[in-house]
């Protein structure tokens, strides 16, 4: 901003002149349309002096003079005034024809030499360039060295330009300008160029505001208000629709930057000041997060990574929470809260480990514990799924044969075994129990801490394919290959509601965060979503070509995530009209993998690659690549602060990246492909 303001000003400073010398200008050309008077130079003109030294041109011969002579008192003839007439006339229309073409070059110029400063400024910086002349080559003929000197020091600040590499209209057909036609210019293109200058300082205003952190504008705002009340004057009341634009404008940003917040983050450990971040009350939790990262204050490359929370007035800030919501104003100090993390990895060697990822960079290998029963790889098979309790004391495994197991995740000692077929698990949001699916049309409910069977939920005539807890714990939902999909009491195992619209295998299912919604997925190429408890039908999604292999609610529950290896797509969805709002396209046209980050701004995608995507969940737009692995990435997810991705890849190996893009760990030791990834605090 005050970039913006020394530009307006120093413009506003240097055309002074200019305008005087236009006025006298345009002075001169009223004088001139009179029949008495003198031109610059104070020589008379106009009829009386030509005719006064018209004799002396036309003399015929010796007695012409001498009757000349004889009588001084004798008219001209009548054919010789209007001769002379004619000429003067003639010279005088000339003389006006000459200076209207300069008063159009002019305006021309002018308006090029303004368009020729915005082109030469895009991009530059004053790194760039030791000169500005070497930038702006038009600038050394008129040596208006105070204006570019604004110009130069805010060119850096924004890049307001006409598309790079384009040309003058008709550039090319333009002749030289004389120099005698630089020293001036009219009102009217002095107060277009103007108005040209504020109107895109201020389309600008808003993206420069989001990336720098400035001072309070109030001093500057005072300022800007001075410079468009000098286009007002320098306007002589034209262009009145323009400044009432440029007004409007000016009163936009004064309310948006009169909201703006300056946050003070201190550590909650040590109380001292980690960072002061400039915000908008709309602004989410994660905004914060980003600066502190974009700073290098936690998860650098050199230190051990943890996951970072706020803490204000006691109260933790979730992801998506605003700071207006959270109630922080202008000065307010939020306090940095560092957790430890860890991360889970399972891979087709039949192990999984459990990474501590507060270990420095500088250490020789990264500490883990491994969980495997090295019997009981043949029998069992490679490992399908691990997922830990949330309070992460205990741990889940479900291999491909069909076999669960649980494990003391501290220290890596066998807990039980799950009684019954399993091929998937979850743990309740108390994590006191399991729900999985299984081959055998049942799905289960066990203890988490001996493995027995609570309850059998029964009335599949196909395989269970999916089964998930709700956000309270208190429901089942599952998804099975009779096409059907079902609500259970989680206390007694009875069915609440029975799913039916499917045509085909129920392969993924959902709770909304509320718990008031449910979402299913299935082979048939469609998403459904239903009412809970009640099981009535709410909205079926249609875009897929192909089976969806899964489906996600958006931590608002507005919307939903699906995602189909088959037609190598994933879509968002609006749940209220069932629209799809995007369609992102994997590599190689396979989707491993797609999730929403905690705030729910972004999709993670997997796909065919060995680098891994991340989009704008409002415009789709590809924000991050992550490129490293050495093969296809299978499985990503997001740490619970949404400041750390991981990827599981076929090479074997874990990455970890910052959410600014660094890759900040990479976990190795696993034999055999990485087919899952997930993180915990604590």
């Not at 005034?81 to 229309?93: G, I, P, Y």
Request: aromatic share 4%; hydrophobic share 35%; net charge negative.
């Amino acid at each position: 901003m005050a970039q913006a303001v020394r530009l307006l000003m120093g413009i506003f400073t240097s055309r002074g002149d200019a305008r005087a010398i236009g006025n006298s200008e345009e002075a001169g050309e009223n004088v001139e349309d009179l029949p008495d008077c003198k031109d610059k130079t104070g020589i008379p003109h106009g009829p009386e002096v030509e005719l006064a030294n018209e004799p002396e041109k036309g003399a015929r011969g010796g007695e012409a003079n001498k009757e000349a002579d004889s009588n001084a008192g004798s008219s001209i003839s009548e054919d010789k005034v209007k001769d002379v007439c004619n000429k003067e006339n003639s010279q005088e229309k000339n003389e006006k024809n000459e200076k209207n073409e300069k008063k159009d070059k002019k305006d021309k110029k002018d308006k090029k030499d303004a368009w020729h400063l915005a082109k030469s400024a895009r991009g530059w910086s004053p790194q760039d360039s030791s000169s500005w002349k070497d930038v702006c080559p038009e600038e050394k003929a008129s040596g208006s060295e105070s204006r570019a000197d604004v110009w130069r020091k805010a060119v850096a600040a924004r890049g307001w330009t006409p598309e790079e590499g384009s040309a003058w209209p008709d550039e090319e057909d333009d002749e030289p300008e004389s120099s005698e036609e630089g020293s001036g210019q009219t009102d009217t293109s002095t107060a277009r160029s103007t108005i040209s200058m504020l109107l895109n300082i201020f389309s600008s205003a808003a993206s420069e505001h989001e990336e720098e952190e400035r001072p309070p504008p109030s001093p500057e705002l005072e300022e800007l208000r001075r410079a468009v009340l000098a286009a007002e004057a320098l306007s002589s009341g034209q262009h009145s629709e323009l400044l009432e634009h440029v007004r409007a404008k000016l009163e936009e940003l004064e309310a948006e930057l009169a909201r703006d917040v300056k946050v003070h983050i201190v550590n909650g450990m040590s109380g001292e000041l980690a960072a002061v971040v400039r915000a908008r009350p709309g602004d989410t939790a994660f905004r914060l997060k980003e600066a502190i990262l974009s700073e290098g204050i936690v998860n650098s490359e050199e230190d051990g990574l943890c996951s970072i929370n706020f803490l204000h007035g006691g109260q933790l800030m979730d992801e998506s929470m605003t700071l207006s919501e959270a109630g922080i104003r202008d000065g307010d100090q939020v306090q940095l809260v560092r957790s430890p993390l860890r991360c889970l990895t399972a891979s087709l060697d039949g192990t999984v480990r459990l990474w501590q990822l507060d270990s420095k960079a500088t250490d020789e290998t990264n500490p883990f514990i491994s969980f495997r029963e090295e019997e009981a790889l043949d029998s069992h098979g490679p490992v399908l799924s691990a997922s830990l309790a949330p309070d992460g004391r205990s741990l889940l495994t479900v291999a491909a044969g069909g076999e669960g197991q649980l494990w003391c995740a501290e220290t890596g000692r066998a807990m039980g075994e799950l009684q019954g077929a399993a091929a998937t698990g979850q743990f309740c949001p108390g994590g006191s129990r399991v729900v999985g699916s299984s081959s055998d049309e049942e799905a289960r409910i066990w203890c988490a801490s001996t493995g027995k069977c609570l309850h059998t939920l029964q009335g599949h005539s196909g395989e269970v394919r999916a089964a998930r807890f709700s956000p309270d714990g208190k429901m089942v939902l599952t998804g099975a290959g009779d096409g059907l999909a079902a609500l259970w009491a989680a206390s007694s195992g009875q069915r609440i509601a029975t799913l039916e619209g499917h045509l085909d295998t129920v392969k993924s299912v959902d709770f909304s965060p509320c718990g008031q919604m449910a979402v299913t997925a299935s082979a048939d190429g469609t998403a459904r979503a239903w009412a809970v408890p009640s099981g009535k039908p709410l909205q079926v999604f249609r875009g897929h070509s192909k089976a969806i292999g899964s489906v996600k609610f958006s931590p608002d529950g507005d919307r939903i995530l699906t995602a189909s290896a088959f037609d190598g797509t994933a879509r968002l969805w609006e749940v209220a009209s069932g629209t799809c709002t995007l369609v992102i396209p994997g590599d190689g046209k396979v989707v491993n993998d797609a999730v929403f980050s905690p705030d729910g701004q972004k999709v993670l995608l997997a796909s065919a690659s060995d680098s891994l995507r991340v989009f704008g969940a409002e415009d789709g737009e590809c924000v991050l690549t992550l490129s490293g692995h050495e093969d296809w990435v299978r499985s990503a997810a997001f740490s619970p602060d949404g400041t750390i991705i991981g990827s599981a890849s076929y090479d074997g190996t874990v990455r970890l990246w910052s959410v600014t893009g660094k890759c900040l760990k990479v976990l190795e030791g696993h034999d055999g492909a990485v087919i899952s990834v997930a993180f915990i605090e604590g």
